[in-house]
């Protein structure tokens, strides 16, 4: 369903619909909130046209998230902090 890069690839309710087997209801509840969210952005389309949505892109994290220790670098800092 998802190529390489978002802006080469659209998409509209009913792809995922069909995609996920969702029933419409949750896609007019959840699409607004990952528009909100800023995971995917409305393409605007003249009034009678199927809505269209891409991905929005974002940095790949090389080392996980971002701020979020290791196990072995959180035990260095516990060990590291005062009173142990």
Do not use: W
């Not at 309710?13 to 949750?26: D, S």
């Not at 528009?35 to 790949?60: S, W």
């Amino acid at each position: 369903m998802v190529k390489e890069k978002s802006e080469d690839y659209t998409f509209t309710k009913r792809t995922v619909r069909e995609y996920t087997g969702l029933p419409n209801h949750h896609l007019k509840r959840y699409l607004p909130q990952l528009e909100d969210l800023e995971y995917i952005e409305i393409v605007r389309k003249p009034n009678g046209c199927a809505t269209e949505y891409i991905l929005k892109d974002y940095p790949v994290i090389a080392n996980g998230i971002e701020g979020l220790l290791s196990p072995d670098q959180l035990k260095e800092k516990i060990s590291m902090s005062p009173g142990r």
